[in-house]
Each structure stands twice: as C-alpha cells, then as structure tokens.
C-alpha cells in the first residue's frame, strides 16, 4: 500500500503538520454573536450542525469561550467514538472541549477535505486508542496531532472532495426525505383521529378480549439457556424490533406459554425513567419461536372485529393519545410508571372498521416509502464509507 501511495505521490504526514487548532478567545456576552453549539448539538457521523443554543439564553458556564468562524472544523474531543465532526456555517462560540481545527496551509490541504479525514476510520480508531480516562475518556490535541496519513496532492484531494460531497449530498437529501415522510404519516394520522367524533372514544378495556397483563421477569442468561424474552429496547417505532433484543431464560413451559407473544400482540411500556418513552407501545409482527414478554411490558389483545390491532397502536403512540395517558403516570424512585388500571381505563377513538382499514392502507404506503428511503440510505453509506478509506490508504498509526 505504502508503494502505491508514493507512486501516486501522496506524502505521510502527521496531522499536526498540516492543521492547527484555533484558540480565539472571547467572552459570550461581549462578542456579539448570537449562537453556541454544545457537545449533544454535534451527532455521530454528521458534518452538519443542526441544532444550537442562543446566547444570553442562560449561563454557558466559563468554559464556552473559544470562537469558531464559517468553514471550521468542530471536533468533539469527550467521547472521541461518538464520532462527532461537524463544519461550522456560521459564527459562534464553542466550549475548549471542542476543538475548532482548520488547515495551516490551504495550498497543501483543502479545508474542504479536512473534515472527511476526520471522518475516516483511521482518524476515529486512532482517537479512541490515544484517549485518556475512564469514565469520560477525552483526548489532548497534542495527541491527536501524531495522528500520521497519506496526504494525496491537491488535484486528488479535489476528485475525492468531489465524490464524497457528493455522497453527502445525497445522504442530505435522503434524510430530508425521511423528515417529511415521517411528518406526512403523523400529520395524516392526527388528522384523520380529529375527525372521528368524542363520541367514538371508548375505554380500553372495553376494546380488548383479555385484561390488560404484565409479563414475567425471571433472572436472564448470556448463555441461551431457556426460552427467549424481550428487553424494552424492543419497543421502537411502534413495532417490536427482536433483533438485537433478545435475552433468554429458565422458565417452565407454562410460565412461557402464560406469556407467549402472538402476532398482533400490542406490548406497552409501562415504567422507564424517561416519562415520554413511559407508555409507548409496539406491535407484535414476527414472533421468535417460544419467545414471552417481560413483566416491564404490559400485554394488550385488542378485538379486531372492534378496532383493528395496528390502527391501536398508530393511535396510542400518537402525541394526543400518549399525552392522555402520561398524565395518570406516577414517578417512584425516578421511574414514571402506569399500571393495568391506568390503561384500562385510557380511551381510544375507535371509528367504522371501514376506516380504520382505508386508514391503515394509507399509512402502510407512507411507511413503505420511509423504509425504502432507510434502505437507500443504508446504501449510500455504505458507499460513502468506501469513499473513505480511499484518503488514508497509507496510515501506518499501528491501530
């Protein structure tokens, strides 16, 4: 590799030979700028800053006081595997745990070519194994500048800012995509709930053909001895995600079939420490074979002659109807928590089947457009991640 490299005419460098992190110092409340970015404004793998705070807001703390400027690069130096690298488009003040880096020399390295070396694998692998603590691992800068690559010349660092601008283009159109499609299926489905009369609300237990049950929870294994059960991870979106959600344990065969889950099963979460993923709910799909639920989840078997399972569980996640039933939860210890009494007696709009049915075939179309924009995004990805290990072909940091 190191061959090819000198016969494309790339160079090894260290990082801290060809970029510099700036220290312009200023005070928040004198500097005339109106925005701060924090540490959870920055996310994974994500050179756009989307989110940030407003000066004058509240009290930043002494640490927010170095200035970034438009093209700069934000690196967050806490937690280096959260992979948090972003470019600035406008002016603000950061805290000196993140550390604004630009080139030292723009005819030896692009600014716009910095921010995706700092993306690679190699960049990401060798901050991790220089970070220093336990608990909230950080890196020095003096650290991260013995970071070493091979720096193409600047005709290829342009074909490859090129191509990976590219990519990410398409990963920013792709996810503007998402956003609307998931704001169509809530505004469609919020809209279609207040159009069905106060009339139509009834309360759940009279909508379902056994009471409400909370499943069991016996002492769980890493060696998959038993039968299969569910952590509460495997409420998400709505759905029951099993993979990567699943735990074993020892139970008769009665216990687990008492608590088997079937298709079309609707498990809410009926105590978390956040009070909006407190009674959230997910529908069963596929079922592992054997697998029962957890005494966190409460079990619902809606009548579908009454209201159809997945019209349920569209409504109970949506803002009205979750906030509705949030209000009877009661926090113990920092965990808010609903009970089966809380839940039967928390109401539904249950309109003709008819329209449930035309309901649900709507909302169907929109999420299997989402998922299809989530599987082009998977792939472009994919793609940009091959892109990437084109920069640093000949990084000799031994990680």
Request: aromatic share 8%; with cysteine.
């Amino acid at each position: 590799m190191l061959d090819k490299v000198k016969k494309q005419g790339w160079r090894q460098v260290k990082f801290g030979d060809v970029v510099r992190q700036v220290k312009e110092r200023v005070e928040p409340e004198t500097s005339g700028l109106e925005r701060y970015v924090a540490g959870d404004h920055m996310d994974t793998d994500d050179l756009r800053i989307r989110r940030w705070g407003e000066i004058g807001s509240g009290y930043l703390g002494p640490a927010f006081h170095m200035r970034f400027r438009p093209g700069q690069v934000l690196y967050g130096s806490r937690r280096t595997y959260l992979r948090k690298v972003a470019v600035a488009d406008f002016d603000g003040i950061c805290a000196n745990t993140t550390f604004v880096i630009e080139p030292k020399n723009t005819e030896v390295l692009l600014p716009e070519f910095l921010p995706f070396l700092m993306q690679t694998d190699a960049f990401n692998e060798f901050s991790v194994k220089n970070s220093k603590g336990s608990v909230n691992p950080y890196i020095n800068f003096s650290d991260l500048a013995r970071f070493e690559f091979a720096l193409p010349l600047l005709e290829e660092q342009r074909r490859l800012v090129l191509m990976l601008s590219a990519l990410e283009e398409n990963l920013v159109a792709l996810d503007s995509a998402l956003a609307s499609a998931t704001a169509l299926q809530s505004s469609r489905l919020e809209d279609a709930l207040d159009s069905v009369p106060d009339d139509c609300l009834h309360p759940v237990e009279k909508l379902v053909v056994t009471p409400p049950r909370n499943g069991l929870s016996p002492k769980v294994n890493a060696d998959e001895r038993g039968y299969p059960t569910l952590s509460i991870s495997a409420v998400r979106d709505g759905c029951i995600v099993t993979e990567g959600n699943i735990k074993y344990a020892e139970v008769t065969d009665d216990q687990a079939a008492a608590f088997a889950l079937n298709k079309d099963d609707v498990l809410v979460v009926r105590g978390n420490g956040n009070k909006l993923l407190t009674g959230k709910c997910g529908l069963v799909d596929t079922v592992p074979q054997g697998c029962f639920y957890p005494d966190l989840l409460i079990r619902l078997q809606f009548d579908s002659k009454i209201i159809r399972p997945q019209f349920a569980a569209l409504q109970w996640n949506t803002p009205s109807t979750h906030k509705r039933l949030i209000s009877r939860a009661k926090s113990t210890n920092g965990i808010w928590k609903i009970n089966g009494g809380d839940i039967r007696q928390h109401t539904l709009k249950v309109p003709p089947i008819e329209e449930q049915d035309s309901l649900l075939e709507e909302i169907g179309a929109i999420r299997n457009a989402r998922t299809d924009i989530e599987r082009r995004k998977v792939k472009a990805q994919a793609l940009k991640a091959l892109a990437l290990k084109e920069i640093v072909g000949g990084s000799s940091n031994g990680v």
